[in-house]
């Protein structure tokens, strides 16, 4: 290590920017020794994902957890156990104002509704950021993302994306990249989500106002939200239900069902416009079930046509076999991609199972030929060994999370204006045709002092 400067200094200088799978070239991430330690703050130490980011993130061995954050005090006393010597506080803006010089790089692994603020604040101040999907709430905080990567390309990134390391899963955007089945048509991806199990209010209940258990500070945990009495049945995990805070079914799952698709087409960079069909939406939940048309604008020989749609559905709604030239049978998982070649048809579970159809005719992914060797990944300690200067493969970093984010949050908005082909303008947060989805369901008002850092 250099003598004049700080191992801080050191590793925010020397740090890998964050490249997507697109350019994600040996020869453009920094090369340089690997560091004893990389400083690291959770934020969200437990939840429903939180404490496997920390502890995966943690069993690499150039990493210290050196500060701990969280609104439940009961997560973080039973958290300190296992990092006895990390400082630890409640609120995030605490963290980065006191205790900045104490981390170099952050895990946010909140609800929805707070990743934008706390991301923006750890990239403000020059920290490394994992961040969990989906990687923002708002369509506005897109744009924010995109621009405080530009601001800050020595940064490296990741969204929790985690199943990316299966091979079938890194197969498929080789299969798609290659052409080997011809010109696109469509895509297809589907989750069974939300359904009735623990992560989803999924009847919809608004129970009464009471007092937050002494564990949680409630003002907190709303952080940018408006002031709002505490209920049961929202925490600790299904407030994905709710509108102001979750992002429903497409949401929660479009990072691990869109990526292989924008994985496997550059060209799809933003759509143009988005319809949601769905139910009479709710004032306070997210509405299902919904089935959405996502358009992309293309000019590429690699489409059929000039337009290319992405059709998103939630509660376990999927396409016709029959129409897809399959023979009839059942889907093999209730979150699947499927993408509609001109020579073939590309299906994907969730965990990585890949089929290639060809004429009616089935080949197992992994048995195409011209594939290259799937070593075997791990996604927390990828984005460890890109800080470090290590060359490992990094999958999602946050500019390709804010283009898989996109189209999810599209669909999911979208449902609060039914049946209506919303014309989409991203660089400008609005929507070209419709005043009152622009106002409504593009941005929010950030309480005051957990808004994004300002410029």
Known sequence: MPTNCSRREFIRSTAAAGLGVATMNSSLLARVPAMSKVNVLSIGVIGTIGGTDRTQVDAHPAVQITGLCDVDSNYLEDTRLEHPDAFVCRDYREA???????????????????????????????????????????????????????????????VGNQRMVYPGRRAAVEILRSGQLGKAIAAYAWTGSPNPGRYFNFDRVISEPMTPPEHIDWNLWLGPCEETPYRDLLMPVRWRSWWDYGTGGLGDWGVHVLDVILFGYDELQSPIAVKTHA??????????????????????????????????????????????????????????????????????????????????????????????????????????????????????PFPDGVRITEPALLATKAARF?????????????FTNHEEATRTIVKRDYRDGFGPPTT
């Open 279 to 396: 139910p009479t939406p709710s004032d306070t939940f997210h509405t299902y079930p919904c089935l959405s048309t996502v358009t992309y604008e293309v000019d590429s020989p690699r489409f059929a046509g000039r337009h290319f749609p992405l059709y998103y559905s939630d509660t376990g709604q999927t396409p016709s076999r029959a129409a897809l030239g399959l023979p009839p049978g059942q889907w093999k998982d209730s979150n699947m991609t499927v993408v509609q070649c001109e020579g073939g048809v590309l299906a994907l579970t969730a965990g990585g199972d890949l089929e290639i159809w060809r004429d009616g005719v089935m080949t197992p992914g992994l048995e195409m030929p011209g594939l290259p060797d799937f070593p075997e990944l791990n996604h927390w300690h990828a984005w460890i060994d890109n800080i470090v200067g290590k060359d490992t493969e990094l999958r999602t």
């Open 418 to 430: 039914p049946n209506t082909e919303l014309a989409w303008d991203k660089a400008n947060d609005r």
């Open 96 to 158: 980065f104002a006191e205790h900045g010089d104490k981390f170099d790089a952050v895990i946010v692994s909140t609800p929805d509704h707070t990743h934008a603020p706390i991301m923006l604040t750890a990239l403000a101040n020059g920290k490394h950021v994992y961040g969990q999907k989906p990687l923002v709430q708002q369509l506005q905080e897109l744009r924010l993302i995109d621009e405080a990567m530009a601001a800050n390309p020595g940064l490296v990134t990741q």
